[in-house]
Structure formats: structure tokens, C-alpha cells
């Protein structure tokens, strides 16, 4: 049989699960082991388990198993929510994206309190036999259980849109592609976008200074990725590698940080903006040994904890509300609005930075 194993978010891969999992599978079956978000990857890098697990694309789970659909026989989604509920929900929008595409089993939490969860009669059987061989392989005694396909819950009327999010803990953020819109006051709440902008959030608090970042954007209500709480909740073991050698490649992450991995192809040096893009991007990029200029205001959320800042990296703090001024200076004039530009002397780069920001400046620190 043919097994396409999509992972989802980093805490399957840091619980240890998805490498059980995964071998277990393999003792009888061929795997094909694919995770795309960008703290999952992160995750994958810390296990050492790129060789086991494909992180090659940034994709959603329902986008990687449409392009799996004709190399694989059963798609089988491995997840750990932050409780088994709000997982079982995430599961059940998944199925809802793939309709009768493939057979789609779901794993959820299987070293806690997990579920082998089907969606239709096609996909019982594959379900049965993936509990018998985690059973005979691995003693796990996994319950399965039937489910029924959940859509986004998003209503339309007129010209504007509701989406309404579950499994949401009060106090928690709420990140719109990547851009954090506000935090939750309820459990269920509800975003609001009228012609493409957001206009309300129900059952939560909105930061209007993080809604100017989204004012040049339509947003996609039903198409937009919606996030809530830390993007990695599991500790981690980073492995941090020296600087890289400067070379000719810059990149500038602009209020986008789960979009690393994708924007920083070939580049020896990093430029973000945004206090949490920042935090987020330099965790990532320690990794790689790549240095950050980072352009702050002190507007931290903390979206990850105890992260870590490559050697060689300058963070340069400017006063509230000032490093999306700063930060598209630099883009229209330094990275002549390129997201990545060839740059052969990076020391210039840093201090031409500092001198478009230099009235803003209220602290500079090296690492």
C-alpha cells in the first residue's frame, strides 16, 4: 500500500509521534512523509529528520495531498491540536477541502488521548488497519471513530463576510496570514471583513496598529490562513549553526514571518520588520547560521517563546510605530522593492539602515 502521511504543525513532530508513527508505517508499507507549515519544518530541522520527512514545500495539508493524489492509495493526516477537540475540529475542515478526492484517514494526538478518525465507508477499512498495526507495532491502542466533514464556517451577506473560528482559548492572538489582527475574549470568535478589509472582530479585541499592515490587501475571508495561540506551543531543541560566510543574497521579511523559508532562498543576510517577525525569523534563521537586520518598535506579542538570535545579527528598535515607516524606506530604497536583491558589501547595507532610520532610533544592539 501507498501511504501519503501529511503532518500538521510542529508538536506531532516534537511529541516524538510523527518519527513513531511514521516507522511503524513503514514495517509494511511504502510512506511518503510530507509537512509544510513553517514551525513544523522548524520542528522537523530540530528532530534531525529531514531524510524521514519531506519539508521541501510550504503547503496546507489539502494542498499537499491534492498533489500526492495519484502516487498514493490512503492520505492519512497526523496532527497534535493544542486538546483533542480543536484537533478533531481541524480534521474535519481538512476532510471538508477534499470531498471524495482520496481516502482520508486522520491521526490525531496518538500519544495522549488519540483517535483514528474516517470520513466515509471508502476509508473504514484503511482506518481498521492502521489501528491494527500500531497495535502490533508500536501498542498503541488507538479508538476509531467516524466523523463527518466540516467546512469554514463563512457566511456571505453582501459585501461582507463572517468567519467564525472554534477551539479558540480567551487571551489568545489571532494571526490573519501571518498578521496578528488582535486577541480573543471567547472561544468562538467571529472575524469580520467588509469590501476585503477587516472592519470587526467579534469576540476578541482588535490592534488597529496591525490591521494598517493588511489596509493595501483584499482579503479572502474563506481562502485566508487563520492561526490562533503560539505557534509553537512544545519545547525545542534548536540546533544553532555558525554564521554563514556573507554572500551576494538579500532578503526582506516584511511583517511575513511564516513565510521564511520561502523568502530567504540563497540569502546570506535577512531584513526583517516587525517585533514578532523578527523574534520568529531569527529563531528560524539561527538554524541556518543566517544573520537578521531587524527593525523593531518594542509591539511584541510573543507569539514564540525563549527564541534565539543568529551571531552576527543587529536589531535596531525605533519608536512605536515607526518600523513599518523604517521597514518601507528600506524596501523602496535599499531593496529597490525587490524581496530579494544581490548585494556583494552587506556592512554597508547595515549602516545604510541605520542612517534612514536614525531619527527614529531609540536603541541599536549587536550580536
Known sequence: MRIGIILHGPEIVDEGSAERIIRILLKEHDVTAKLGGTMGRTAVLDAGLEELIDISQGMTPSQTINTLKDSIDVAVLLNHGKTLETGLHFGRIVASKLGSLIPFVHIERPDIDGRIIYYDQRAKLFAE???????????????????????????????????????????????????IIGHATSAQPE??????????????????????????RNIDLAAARVKTGNIRRS????????????????????????????????????ITVGDDTTAIAADILARFGIPIIGITDGDL??????????????????????????????????????PQIQLHETMNLCASIIELAEKYILEIKYY
Do not use: W
Not at 540546533?239 to 523559508?261: L, R
Not at 513599518?324 to 522593492?337: A, N, P, Q, S, Y
Open 129 to 179: 488497519h492502521f489501528r491494527c498495526i500500531l497495535m502490533k507495532h508500536g501498542n498503541y491502542d488507538l479508538p476509531v471513530e467516524k466523523s463527518s466533514p466540516l467546512p469554514l464556517q463563512v457566511e456571505n451577506e453582501g459585501d461582507t463576510v463572517i468567519r467564525r473560528l472554534a477551539g479558540v482559548f480567551p487571551g489568545e492572538n489571532i494571526r490573519l496570514d501571518g498578521i
Open 191 to 216: 472575524i469580520v471583513c467588509r469590501g476585503g478589509k477587516v472592519v470587526e472582530l467579534r469576540g476578541g479585541i482588535m490592534k488597529p496598529h496591525s490591521l494598517e499592515k493588511l489596509k493595501n
Open 235 to 270: 519545547k525545542r531543541r534548536p540546533e544553532i549553526k555558525a554564521m554563514k560566510p556573507h554572500g551576494v543574497g538579500v532578503a526582506i521579511i516584511d511583517h511575513c514571518a511564516e513565510s521564511t523559508f520561502e523568502l530567504v532562498n540563497d540569502a546570506s543576510l535577512v
Open 301 to 338: 506579542d510573543g507569539i514564540l517563546d525563549d527564541t534565539t538570535v543568529p551571531a552576527g545579527s543587529v536589531i535596531i528598535r525605533v519608536r512605536e510605530g515607526f518600523d513599518d515607516i523604517v521597514g518601507k524606506e528600506v524596501f523602496e530604497t535599499l531593496m529597490k522593492r525587490e
